[in-house]
């Protein structure tokens, strides 16, 4: 009989109403059992992607040392290359000029004698005119003893110099191959 009390509308509305609670509790704890799962799986996701980002900044940071270091050396690479090239430059330019130098003072040495022994043998020669004073020189002949071809000479063997000098450091590689040698 008691069970007939039951069987009324607010009975089975109640029974209805435990049901329903009941079957929202259960999937209540299921759900919140799935979202733990999740939970706990999203959370060993974050603790690797934390390691993974600091492994990331160790390798960044050894990475950049490491270029920085490699950059230091390949500057001073560079730097003694460069400064080797300038010595030399600077050594080949003045042995050159210096070679010049000697070969005009021994010319200008000999022109006095030259010009006395090209006097002696200048004798008149009919049907020579007068705009023709003496047999012309060969080609390059005794052209040194000239201030302005010594000073030619001189700017010549200079832009020859900075010639080769501009071409020997444009030949230094500044980012790490192996500077050639000239």
Same mark, same amino acid.
């Given at each position: ?25 259960? $999937? ?5 059992? +799935?979202?733990?799962? =999740? ?13 993974? +980002?600091?492994? %990331?900044?160790?390798?960044?940071? @050894?990475?950049?040392? $490491?270029?920085?270091?490699? &950059?230091?050396?390949?500057? @001073? ?5 460069? @400064?080797?090239?300038?010595e030399r *430059?600077?050594? &080949? ?9 000697a070969r ?14 090209? &006097? ?8 020579? *005119? $007068?705009?023709?004073?003496? =047999? ?8 040194l003893p000239?201030? &302005? ?6 700017? =010549? ?21 192996? %500077?050639?040698?000239?």
């Amino acid at each position: 009989m008691i069970w007939l009390r039951l069987l009324n509308p607010q009975g089975i509305a109640g029974l209805a109403a435990a049901l329903i609670l009941g079957l929202l509790l259960a $999937a209540a704890k299921i759900e919140l059992r +799935h979202e733990r799962k =999740a939970a706990n799986r999203f959370e060993r996701l974050y603790r690797a992607e934390v390691q993974a +980002h600091a492994a %990331t900044a160790a390798n960044v940071r @050894t990475a950049t040392a $490491a270029a920085r270091a490699a &950059d230091r050396a390949n500057a @001073t690479r560079v730097r003694a290359a460069q @400064t080797g090239i300038s010595e030399r *430059s600077a050594y &080949d330019y003045e042995t050159r000029l210096a070679a010049a130098r000697a070969r005009a003072g021994r010319l200008r040495a000999q022109a006095p004698a030259r010009a006395a022994v090209g &006097d002696r043998r200048a004798a008149p020669v009919p049907g020579l *005119s $007068a705009a023709a004073p003496g =047999a012309a020189p060969a080609p390059g002949q005794d052209r040194l003893p000239d201030p &302005d071809a010594l000073i030619a000479t001189e700017q =010549a063997i200079q832009l020859d110099a900075l010639i080769a000098w501009v071409r020997a450091q444009g030949a230094v590689d500044p980012n790490g191959a192996a %500077t050639p040698q000239n």
